[in-house]
C-alpha cells in the first residue's frame, strides 16, 4: 500500500556509483541504436544463417563504424546537455542521494562481515573472501519544492551520535541550507534549502497576509506567531533596502506603522511622503512613549469587546496590527543619559513581551546587536533575526548566540543568514529590488490610496448617521 507521507527513496550501498550506473543504463541504448541505424542495411542484407564470425570480422568498415561510433558519442552528449538544461533538478538528486551513500561508507557508518567467495569447481577450497554489508542504516531523501527532506532512522545502535549530528555534512557537502532539524520518535528528519539563492523573490512578491510576512520562496516571517524582528549588518549589506521593502509590504496591509531613524538618514526621507516618521531625539521619545501606550489601552480594550475571546489576539477582533520600525538603534541609544536610557529599555521591553497579543511588534535594526542596549533578556524575545553582509564572529555570535553553524562571505548585496525562530540558522537572501524602483514614489502611492479609502468610509458613515 502506497504511503500517504511518503519518505523518499532509501539510500543504498550500491548508490556510491548511482551517477555512472543510471548514465551507462540510460545512455547506452541510445548509443547502441545510433549505431545499429547507422549499420542497418547492412545487417539486413545479411544471411544470419550461412555467415560465420570470420567473415562478419572481415566485413566490417572499421572507418565507417569508427564515424558511427563517434556520432551515436556526439548524440549521447547532446542528450546529457539537454537532460542537464531541462533536468537539472533530476541530476542533482542523483547526485546527493550518491553522496549520501559515500558519506556512509567513507565514514563506515554499517556493519559488515567477511566471507568467502564461492569458486566455480566446488572441490576446491578459497582463502579468497568479500565483504558483505549486514547493517546499513536506513536513509531516505526526498526532493520537494526546492526543499530537501533527509529522514534518518535512530535505532539505538553505535552510530546514533552520528546520525543525530549530520548538519554541517550535510550543509556542506550537499551545498544546502538547514531550515528545520525535527527529531520523531525513531527517526530524524532534516529539512534543508535547495539552491538558496534560487529561491529569492522580488520585492513585488513579498506578500504580508494572515499574520506572515513572505521574504523567500521558502522563508515567511509569521509575526503573529514569532514576533518581532531584529536586523544587524554593517554599511552596504543592503539594510536600508531591506527595512524599505518591509514598510512598503506592510503599508499594502491595513497596519499601522511608526519609523525612527536617528541619524536622520534615507528612512527619516519617508517624512515626506508618509506620517509619524521620526529622527529628533525628543520626537523619537515621544513616539516610543505613544506606541507603548497605545499597546497598554489596546490590551484593556479588547477585553471589553463583545467578540472577546480568551487566547485569541487582535486579528480575531480585526484590529490592525502596529509596527515601530526602529533604525540604527544602539546609536539611538548612546545618545540618551542613563535615566532615558532605562526608561526606553524598560518601555521596548514591556512591548516586545506583552505586544504579541496586542499586535504590536518591534522592528529593529543596527549594526551589532550589543548585549548593553540589548541586556534583560529583551534580544531573546526577537524571534525573527537576520544578519546581513560582512560581520564578525562576535556579531554573529551576539545575533544567533552559540552555534557550531559555519558562516561564508559572498560578495552579494542582500544576502546573510537567518533564524526565523526555530533556532535553525540558514542562508538568506532579501527580495530583489529592480533598478529604478522608487520606494518614496511608491509609499506615496500607497499612503494616497488608503488616505483616499479612508475618506470614503468616512463619507459613508456620514451619509449613514
Known amino acids: 500500500m502506497k504511503q500517504l507521507f511518503p519518505r523518499g527513496k532509501r539510500i543504498r550501498p550500491t548508490d556510491k556509483d548511482l551517477v555512472f550506473h543510471t548514465a551507462l543504463a540510460a545512455l547506452f541504448p541510445v548509443f547502441l541504436l545510433v549505431v545499429l541505424l547507422f549499420h542497418i542495411r547492412q545487417i539486413a542484407g545479411t544471411n544470419w544463417q550461412e555467415v560465420s564470425l570470420s567473415q562478419i570480422v572481415q566485413d566490417?568498415?572499421?572507418?565507417?563504424?569508427?564515424?558511427?561510433?563517434?556520432?551515436?558519442?556526439?548524440?549521447?552528449?547532446?542528450?546529457?546537455?539537454?537532460?542537464?538544461?531541462?533536468?537539472?533538478?533530476?541530476?542533482?538528486?542523483?547526485i546527493h542521494r550518491q553522496k549520501l551513500a559515500r558519506m556512509v561508507l567513507e565514514n563506515k557508518w554499517y556493519e559488515s562481515e567477511q566471507r568467502k567467495e564461492d569458486v566455480f569447481f566446488k572441490d576446491l577450497s578459497s582463502s579468497r573472501s568479500k565483504e558483505t554489508i549486514t547493517y546499513f542504516p536506513k536513509i531516505y531523501y526526498r526532493m520537494k519544492q526546492g526543499l530537501l527532506h533527509i529522514r534518518v532512522e535512530i535505532t539505538l545502535g553505535k552510530y546514533q551520535e552520528q546520525l543525530l549530528n549530520l548538519e554541517k555534512k550535510l550543509e556542506s557537502g550537499l551545498y544546502c541550507e538547514l531550515t528545520d532539524k525535527e527529531l520523531k520518535d525513531s527517526y530524524v528528519e532534516y529539512t534543508l534549502l535547495y539552491d538558496t539563492i534560487a529561491n529569492r523573490i522580488s520585492i513585488e512578491d513579498v506578500q504580508a497576509k494572515d499574520g506572515r510576512l513572505r521574504l523567500m520562496e521558502n522563508v515567511w516571517w509569521e509575526y503573529d506567531k514569532l514576533p518581532h524582528m531584529l536586523i544587524a549588518g554593517g554599511t552596504g549589506g543592503g539594510k536600508t533596502y531591506f527595512i524599505l521593502?518591509?514598510?512598503?509590504?506592510?503599508?499594502?496591509?491595513?497596519?499601522v506603522l511608526f519609523v525612527l531613524d536617528p541619524k536622520n538618514a534615507d528612512l527619516a526621507d519617508l517624512q515626506a511622503v508618509m506620517p509619524d516618521v521620526y529622527y529628533k531625539k525628543e520626537d523619537m521619545l515621544a513616539c516610543i512613549d505613544h506606541f507603548y501606550e497605545e499597546m497598554m489601552k489596546r490590551s484593556e480594550d479588547m477585553k471589553l469587546m463583545e467578540n472577546y475571546r480568551t487566547g485569541e489576539n487582535y486579528a480575531y477582533l480585526g484590529l490592525p496590527a502596529h509596527f515601530l520600525i526602529f533604525d540604527e538603534y544602539v546609536a539611538f541609544m548612546e545618545m540618551l543619559g542613563t535615566k532615558e536610557n532605562a526608561a526606553v529599555l524598560n518601555k521596548l521591553k514591556q512591548i516586545v513581551m506583552l505586544g504579541r497579543q496586542a499586535g504590536f511588534f518591534l522592528i529593529l535594526a543596527c549594526q551589532r546587536p550589543d548585549a548593553k542596549y540589548l541586556g534583560d533578556g529583551i534580544r531573546d524575545?526577537?524571534?525573527?533575526?537576520?544578519?546581513?553582509?560582512?560581520?564578525?564572529?562576535?556579531?554573529?555570535?551576539?545575533?544567533?548566540?552559540?552555534?557550531?553553524?559555519?558562516?561564508?562571505?559572498?560578495?552579494?548585496?542582500?544576502?546573510?543568514?537567518?533564524?526565523?525562530?526555530?533556532?535553525?540558522?540558514?542562508?538568506?537572501?532579501?527580495?530583489?529590488?529592480?533598478?529604478?524602483?522608487?520606494?518614496?514614489?511608491?509609499?506615496?502611492?500607497?499612503?494616497?490610496?488608503?488616505q483616499g479609502v479612508q475618506a470614503a468610509c468616512g463619507a459613508e458613515a456620514a451619509e449613514t448617521d
Open 60 to 94: 566490417v568498415n572499421i572507418p565507417y563504424l569508427l564515424f558511427s561510433m563517434g556520432v551515436a558519442g556526439l548524440v549521447c552528449l547532446a542528450a546529457v546537455l539537454l537532460f542537464w538544461r531541462y533536468r537539472r533538478d533530476e541530476v542533482k538528486q542523483l
Open 245 to 255: 521593502t518591509l514598510i512598503e509590504a506592510l503599508l499594502r496591509t491595513n497596519a
Open 381 to 450: 524575545q526577537f524571534n525573527f533575526r537576520v544578519a546581513l553582509g560582512r560581520m564578525s564572529e562576535m556579531g554573529y555570535g551576539m545575533m544567533f548566540g552559540e552555534t557550531t553553524k559555519d558562516f561564508f562571505l559572498k560578495q552579494i548585496k542582500g544576502r546573510g543568514y537567518v533564524d526565523v525562530g526555530t533556532s535553525v540558522i540558514s542562508e538568506f537572501y532579501t527580495p530583489l529590488v529592480p533598478k529604478g524602483h522608487d520606494f518614496l514614489k511608491e509609499i506615496k502611492k500607497l499612503i494616497d490610496s488608503r
